[in-house]
């Protein structure tokens, strides 16, 4: 037979084949670019590839390496039949190992609002075999969490985590514009559908304001004279603005420098997505949402999540409505830390309800 019989050969009646798509080819040896890296998007087809980034220390595109798992399950101490909330779902990782602990008769409530990454969490925790009777997806902020348990038919739950901050999927992902590393649009939204994007709050906010933001969301020292250099310009990109940063610090060391860039970001994804005041009302609606015995543990990633957490705590202690908190904050072990380099900011608190 010959070449093209072999290729296109369709018996009486059937239809053309399907023509053959290339995969796009990318630069060089190597994947650089978040949305050419196929291999590490597809874990269940390439794991060899997947387990040589995470040996690297590095997180696969489009997943993300949950922290301090073992931790966690020892604060909250999952049992079977009771009922858990992973307020702040994402990759599902801390899911995955609380979810095993619950059964038989138990239940997660997982919360996100982020309408990109959640349907792809839930199919990926359906597919590891956990059924709507014992998982169950609910597109919300952490602060709506009454509300989804009233959606349940539940009043308390028994555990209750949340994990703060930003995602690797979101990070990595340039398209999100979280990173100060790619070119992506100055975007930052949790939930892409819902407020404005960071350019439009730059664009539109005074220097005194931003000075302000700047200060209270990320503790930035040099708050006033970046302020005076970004209040009402227009960025488009979120390397566009990562450069103006640098630039407005002429005489600020490198290092220093670099720092005041990811604060700026920090500060700025939060205004953009009310984090502290999400964090506020879910601080204030936690212990109604906890059982007589029941556990909190909240993983925190700066200064001002982690005050909010341990003030809120020590008050609920004092009060009466914790009998035990964290003495201490919990860290990522070395071995963790050095594994995931993203561990090392992260800070874990818990309480126990009276």
């Not at 308390?156 to 649009?185: E, H, Y």
Request: hydrophobic residues 40%.
């Amino acid at each position: 037979m010959k070449n093209e019989d072999k290729q296109g050969f369709a018996g009486p009646g059937s239809e053309d084949p399907a023509p053959h798509r290339r995969r796009r080819r990318y630069r060089g040896t190597h994947p650089r670019r978040f949305e050419e890296k196929y291999k590490e998007h597809d874990p269940s087809r390439y794991a060899d590839t997947v387990e040589k980034v995470l040996a690297s220390g590095r997180t696969p595109a489009g997943s993300h390496r949950p922290i301090m798992v073992a931790e966690i399950l020892e604060v909250l101490h999952p049992t079977a039949g009771e009922v858990a909330v992973d307020a702040t779902l994402g990759w599902g990782g801390h899911a995955e190992a609380v979810l095993p602990r619950l059964l038989p008769g138990g239940r997660l409530l997982g919360l996100d609002c982020d309408p990109i990454e959640l349907p792809r969490t839930e199919k990926r925790l359906r597919d590891l075999g956990f059924g709507p009777h014992v998982f169950a997806a609910h597109r919300s902020n952490f602060a709506g969490l009454p509300q989804v348990l009233a959606a349940e038919g539940l009043d308390r739950a028994d555990c209750i985590l949340a994990d703060l901050g930003v995602s690797s999927m979101q990070l990595d992902d340039p398209s999100r514009g979280f990173t100060m590393k790619v070119p992506g649009p100055l975007d930052m939204r949790m939930n892409p559908r819902r407020g404005r994007p960071a350019s439009q709050l730059i664009e539109r906010t005074g220097a005194e304001a931003l000075a302000s933001l700047l200060a209270d969301n990320s503790d930035e020292p040099y708050a006033a004279e970046l302020a005076a250099a970004l209040a009402g310009r227009s960025f488009s990109t979120t390397i566009e603005l990562s450069a103006a940063v640098r630039k407005a610090l002429p005489r600020v060391p490198d290092d220093e420098r670099e720092l005041s860039v990811r604060r700026v970001f920090q500060a700025l994804r939060i205004e953009v997505n009310d984090e502290f005041v999400s964090l506020d009302i879910f601080l204030r609606q936690l212990p109604a949402c906890l059982r007589p015995g029941g556990r909190a543990a909240i993983l925190t990633f700066h200064s001002g999540e982690d005050r909010r957490v341990k003030l809120a705590f020590r008050s609920g202690f004092r009060d009466g409505i914790y009998v035990r908190i964290a003495d201490e904050v919990v860290r990522a072990s070395p071995r963790e830390q050095g594994a995931n380099p993203r561990s090392r900011p992260a800070k874990l608190r818990w309480a126990v309800r009276a």
